[in-house]
């Protein structure tokens, strides 16, 4: 079993930064494709961006392109997302997942483990 609990979201103005986090239950974190995906009211999951095992190779969505960067830390179980130049478009639950995968993966039916999200609201 693998746990995921995200953090780090809030309320934002326009143009601002969130740094989000998730923190990954199990001893066999460095084995996983990660991903970060959202969800607005009465919209479909979409990925934004995703990362492989060792952190050497990345995917990013085009709607966060240049604005958003994936990262991780497999000696902490951390993954995390930072989110610069902020949109109200942006505004939505975001989740974290994994994947028992080491490579990169870019639709939801990859990922076996979920977070519970946690909520970005952009003011404009």
């Known amino acids: 079993q693998v746990q995921l609990v995200e953090s780090g979201g809030g309320l934002v103005q326009a143009g601002g930064s969130l740094r989000l986090s998730c923190a990954a239950s199990g001893r066999t974190f460095g084995n996983y494709g990660m991903g970060w995906f959202r969800q607005a009211p009465g919209k479909g999951r979409e990925l934004l961006a995703a990362?492989?095992?060792?952190?050497?190779?990345?995917y990013y969505a085009d709607s966060v392109k240049g604005r958003f960067t994936i990262s991780r830390d497999n000696a902490k179980n951390t993954v995390a997302l930072q989110m610069n130049s902020l949109k109200p478009e942006d505004t939505a639950v975001y989740y974290c997942?994994?994947?028992?995968?080491?490579?990169?993966?870019?639709?939801?039916?990859?990922?076996?483990?979920w977070g519970q999200g946690t909520q970005v609201t952009v003011s404009s």
């Open positions: 990362i492989n095992w060792t952190g050497t190779s990345t």
């Open positions: 997942a994994a994947a028992l995968a080491r490579g990169i993966w870019v639709t939801p039916s990859s990922y076996q483990y």
